[in-house]
């Protein structure tokens, strides 16, 4: 999808010399969170629509998710996340704001059901005798690495579980557009933003806080525009203020990001043809899984599978960087699953949101790889 957004941006990119000032603030220009707002309010249906005081501009959003980190915890608090998860966020919530995270296993029970959070109460109650402050609940939804959506349902539970609990709700809500179609996953959930719910019946509204980006959904991790949408607690958005000097992006990638979140025709196509073009690299690349007995978990989200190369190897002692230098050896990188706090080794994240050649011959590397002993 390179090829549509540059040509987008090399036709909309006009520039002023307000591009080289500070422009209107470190959180954003006026444009930017108008049009974020009018972006938000169509295709994230918020109960209640949303405006410019309700959102801070930064530059991608993990910068955004250490901006909660700085404003709803202190040094030495923690955060939950359930197993396994987005392998950065040790590092985002860790090296400067020194938040850590506290794991939360799942064992055979599904993540995404219902019955999933019992295991946050438990984990939860055994960090509360431990001594341990814990802060918030991290969601991912599109979920990365395991590329599944929350039902409305579970999302309902989890916002009763915060309020029962008193933690704030951080929804990394980054793959919501790149959701598609799956033929075996016919009842899968597909994207529902927290901002839908009446939020009031479950929770306190002004703990729960979105991020979202352009970095995923239209394939623009250079641009490095993210946001924090806090709807209903300005002092946090006040706090986020304070420190927008370390965080916002340059008014260039403003401007771009402005133009392209008002254009709705080309939003639409560029969403409807990204959306096909990952269920057919997905259909694609589990049939090579099929044909060649790789275990992997069905998805209809973001643009990675979740498989289990371990299962293929003779050895049943191999670790997860015993694969890994197999894949090396054939020139081939698939992100190991210790690295995203996966409960069981042999399980990979692989990305397949590539050229179908290029996909090709990376799953014919990676087959090489596996059954090279």
Same mark, same amino acid.
């Given at each position: 999808?390179?090829?549509?957004?540059? *040509?987008?941006?090399?036709?909309?990119?006009?520039?002023?010399?307000?591009?080289?000032?500070?422009?209107?603030?470190?959180?954003?220009?006026?444009?930017?969170?108008?049009?974020?707002?009018?972006?938000?309010?169509?295709?994230?249906?918020?109960?209640?629509?949303?405006?410019?005081?309700?959102?801070?501009?930064?530059?991608?959003?993990?910068?955004?998710?250490?901006?909660?980190?700085?404003?709803?915890?202190?040094?030495?608090?923690?955060?939950?996340?359930?197993?396994?998860?987005?392998?950065?966020? !040790?590092?985002?919530?860790?090296?400067?704001?020194?938040?850590?995270?506290?794991?939360?296993?799942?064992?055979?029970?599904?993540?995404?059901?219902?019955?999933?959070?019992?295991?946050? *109460?438990?984990?939860?109650?055994?960090?509360?005798?431990?001594?341990?402050?814990? !802060?918030?609940?991290?969601?991912?939804?599109?979920?990365?690495?395991?590329?599944?959506?929350?039902?409305?349902?579970?999302?309902?539970?989890? @916002?009763?579980?915060?309020?029962?609990?008193?933690?704030?709700?951080?929804? +990394? *809500?980054?793959?919501?557009?790149?959701?598609? *179609?799956?033929?075996?996953?016919?009842?899968?959930?597909?994207?529902?933003?927290?901002?839908?719910?009446?939020?009031?019946?479950?929770? +306190?509204?002004? @703990?729960?806080?979105?991020?979202?980006? /352009?970095?995923?959904?239209?394939?623009?991790?250079?641009?490095?525009?993210?946001?924090?949408?806090?709807?209903?607690?300005?002092? /946090?958005?006040?706090?986020?203020?304070?420190?927008?000097?370390?965080?916002?992006?340059?008014?260039?990638?403003?401007?771009?990001?402005?133009?392209?979140?008002?254009?709705? =025709?080309?939003?639409?196509?560029?969403?409807?043809?990204?959306?096909?073009?990952?269920?057919?690299?997905?259909?694609?690349?589990?049939?090579?899984?099929?044909?060649?007995?790789?275990?992997?978990?069905?998805?209809?989200?973001?643009?990675?599978?979740?498989?289990?190369?371990?299962?293929? @190897? !003779?050895?049943?002692?191999?670790? +997860?960087?015993?694969?890994?230098? =197999? /894949?090396?050896?054939?020139?081939?990188?698939?992100?190991?699953?210790?690295?995203?706090?996966?409960?069981?080794?042999?399980?990979?994240?692989?990305?397949?949101?590539?050229?179908?050649?290029?996909? !090709?011959?990376?799953?014919?590397?990676?087959?090489?790889?596996?059954?090279?002993?």
């Amino acid at each position: 999808m390179h090829a549509e957004m540059m *040509e987008f941006v090399n036709s909309n990119a006009q520039f002023d010399a307000h591009v080289l000032t500070y422009g209107d603030g470190f959180s954003g220009s006026h444009r930017l969170k108008n049009a974020i707002c009018q972006f938000l309010n169509r295709y994230f249906n918020p109960q209640t629509a949303l405006y410019p005081c309700d959102i801070a501009v930064t530059s991608g959003v993990s910068n955004a998710l250490e901006c909660c980190a700085w404003a709803l915890a202190d040094a030495g608090d923690y955060i939950l996340v359930g197993r396994p998860y987005f392998n950065a966020f !040790k590092t985002i919530f860790g090296t400067r704001p020194q938040i850590g995270l506290i794991e939360v296993a799942f064992g055979t029970t599904d993540p995404f059901s219902i019955a999933a959070i019992n295991e946050y *109460e438990r984990t939860w109650a055994e960090a509360k005798r431990k001594g341990l402050q814990v !802060k918030a609940l991290l969601l991912c939804s599109p979920h990365n690495p395991l590329g599944r959506c929350y039902s409305d349902d579970a999302l309902k539970e989890y @916002m009763k579980f915060c309020s029962r609990n008193g933690l704030h709700l951080i929804s +990394d *809500e980054i793959y919501a557009q790149s959701v598609w *179609e799956n033929p075996r996953l016919p009842d899968a959930p597909t994207f529902k933003s927290i901002l839908s719910f009446k939020i009031e019946e479950f929770m +306190d509204p002004r @703990m729960v806080h979105v991020v979202w980006g /352009l970095s995923k959904d239209y394939g623009s991790t250079g641009l490095r525009i993210g946001c924090l949408i806090s709807k209903y607690n300005r002092k /946090l958005l006040d706090a986020v203020e304070g420190i927008s000097l370390y965080n916002f992006p340059s008014s260039v990638a403003d401007r771009i990001a402005s133009s392209l979140l008002t254009d709705d =025709r080309f939003l639409e196509e560029y969403t409807s043809t990204n959306r096909s073009r990952l269920a057919e690299s997905y259909q694609f690349a589990t049939r090579f899984l099929q044909a060649h007995n790789i275990p992997y978990v069905e998805c209809n989200a973001a643009f990675f599978i979740w498989l289990n190369l371990g299962a293929l @190897m !003779k050895s049943r002692t191999a670790t +997860d960087q015993d694969i890994l230098a =197999r /894949l090396r050896q054939e020139k081939v990188y698939i992100a190991p699953g210790t690295i995203y706090a996966a409960e069981e080794t042999g399980w990979f994240r692989m990305v397949f949101a590539h050229p179908p050649h290029v996909l !090709k011959e990376g799953l014919s590397r990676m087959i090489r790889a596996v059954r090279s002993d």
